[in-house]
């Protein structure tokens, strides 16, 4: 069964820091592009981070680059996003999701995980 599982979502203040997972079970992640999206209720889900397949070249929305960094390790079929500096407007249900291409638009992904909370607040 192909199945993406986020955790380490949580409550963070202000300033810190939280590493997501994305693990992989059923396929292996390595052959795809793996991207991490976020959502707030009632706007649009927004791609904030990629990372090819092939080179692991990475991809950041404006609004993380310089504090999230996005990695993969192979041998644990996981994909990771470190957040930094992190800021009240960071707060969403955080996804991972896979894709044949490369690409920050969530409309191509095959593959979704079922989504992790970050709550940013003091």
């Known amino acids: 069964q192909v199945q993406l599982v986020e955790s380490g979502g949580g409550l963070v203040q202000p300033g810190g820091s939280l590493r997501l997972s994305c693990a992989a079970s059923?396929?292996?992640?390595?052959?795809?592009?793996t991207g991490w999206f976020r959502q707030v209720p009632g706007k649009e889900r927004e791609g904030i981070s990629c990372?090819?397949?092939?080179?692991?070249?990475?991809y950041y929305a404006d609004s993380v680059k310089g504090r999230f960094t996005i990695s993969r390790d192979n041998a644990k079929n996981t994909v990771y996003l470190q957040m930094n500096s992190l800021k009240p407007e960071d707060t969403a249900v955080y996804y991972c999701?896979?894709?044949?291409?490369?690409?920050?638009?969530?409309?191509?992904?095959?593959?979704w995980g079922q989504g992790t909370q970050v709550t940013v607040s003091s």
């Open positions: 999701a896979a894709s044949l291409i490369t690409t920050m638009d969530w409309d191509d992904y095959d593959y």
């Open positions: 990372i090819s397949s092939s080179d692991d070249n990475t």
């Open positions: 059923g396929f292996s992640l390595d052959i795809y592009a």
